[in-house]
């Protein structure tokens, strides 16, 4: 396979300046994670080789694990063919979601309700100090 240079990374022109930033675990190819980045935060990415999303609760910059020490570490970056979808093929330390599980995708949902159907790996509360 040969790769072709494109002359330009993710179109922030679309929603806002914000794009959904997808983290897949590089060695199984679970999903963890969806959040938001913004021109900076990939840019940040790109430098630091650390996942760095956009927070919009707080409006700023969230390097992913700057309070839990779960930080992910990325292998490969990636765009879909629209340009405004970004994959991460990370290295995660610890917990991915902020409720403790590996994943943000730990419910299940079927026709009698919802289902945790993963282990919780840390207590949130011990992790963020709440």
Known sequence: MTTTPHE???????????????????????VLMMA????????????TGRAVYFSR????????????GHVQTVEQLLV???RDTILMKVR???AAC???????????????GLNIIEKQLVDPDEVYNK
């Open 8 to 30: 330009s990374g993710p179109d922030f022109s679309r929603n806002n300046g914000l794009l959904p930033a997808i983290a897949q675990d590089a060695g199984s190819g679970k």
């Open 36 to 47: 938001w980045m913004n021109a900076e935060a990939y840019q940040e990415t790109v430098r």
């Open 57 to 68: 609760s707080r409006n700023k910059l969230w390097y992913k694990g700057e309070e839990s």
């Open 80 to 82: 879909d063919c629209d």
């Open 92 to 94: 995660q330390q610890g």
């Open 98 to 112: 902020h409720e403790g599980y590996e994943s943000c995708f730990f419910t299940e949902v079927t026709e009698s």
